[in-house]
T-cell receptor
Framework: LAKTTQPISMDSYEGQEVNITCSHN???????ITWYQQFPSQGPRFIIQ???TKVTNEVASLFIPADRKSSTLSLPRVSLSDTAVYYC????????????FGQGTELSVKP | EAGVVQSPRYKIIEKKQPVAFWCNPI?????LYWYLQNLGQGPELLIR????????DSQLPKDRFSAERLKGVDSTLKIQPAELGDSAVYLC??????????????FGEGSRLTVL
């Protein structure tokens, strides 16, 4: 079962770029990588998903190297409102797209 | 468009009492999920429905937990009897189809259960 490992916490300042790296050494060929964001007292919210190389949307970029054993979520120019927990997940293709959440990275953005 | 609606938002009960949580998914979403989230931890899947069929309930403690989605739309999760360790947030999520293609689940705000 693909397990993800990511830092427990990170600190940043407003305006900085934040990169959160996740390792998923046991990822299977057909699995995808997806990231979610969660604010206190709310359910997680989808940020981005990718399979390989780079994916970008209006919120973030996701970098996945060729071996796909890790991925990096990049948040450009963070603001105080980006303070949240960020989860890296592997979408298990052979289990109907099952999502397994890890402990997540608690990002704290300071002024 | 309305998101995933859950009720109640908060529930406090004494141990051994029953409790039920209700979820109304986004219109048109045929896949529905119940997750449990303990403080400081990521959500853990309890059960996944495709329409009215429970396709993955391997993590549901069936001795005290039950769930139903009779008409393939809204769903109820029940705990009977509740134990102290059941204190957590119960999250409902839905998606159109599975997550294989997009990985995108839409979560409700959750129901926070406190068992005294």
């Amino acid at each position: 079962l693909a397990k993800t490992t990511q830092p427990i916490s990170m600190d940043s300042y407003e305006g900085q770029e934040v990169n959160i790296t996740c390792s998923h050494n046991n990822i299977a060929t057909n699995d995808y990588i997806t990231w979610y964001q969660q604010f206190p007292s709310q359910g997680p919210r989808f940020i981005i998903q990718g399979y390989k190389t780079k994916v970008t949307n209006e919120v973030a970029s996701l970098f996945i190297p060729a071996d796909r054993k890790s991925s990096t979520l990049s948040l450009p120019r963070v603001s105080l409102s980006d303070t949240a927990v960020y989860y890296c997940l592997v979408v298990l293709y052979n289990q109907g797209g099952k999502l397994i959440f890890g402990q997540g990275t608690e990002l704290s953005v300071k002024p | 468009e309305a998101g995933v609606v859950q009720s109640p938002r908060y529930k406090i009960i004494e141990k051994k009492q029953p409790v039920a949580f209700w979820c109304n998914p986004i219109s048109g979403h045929n896949t529905l999920y119940w997750y449990l989230q303990n403080l400081g931890q990521g959500p853990e899947l309890l059960i996944r429905y495709e329409n009215e069929e429970a396709v993955d309930d391997s993590q549901l403690p069936k001795d005290r937990f039950s769930a139903e989605r009779l008409k393939g739309v809204d769903s109820t999760l029940k705990i009977q009897p509740a134990e102290l360790g059941d204190s957590a947030v119960y999250l409902c999520a839905s998606s159109f189809g599975g997550t294989v293609d997009t990985g995108e689940l839409f979560f409700g705000e959750g129901s926070r259960l406190t068992v005294l």
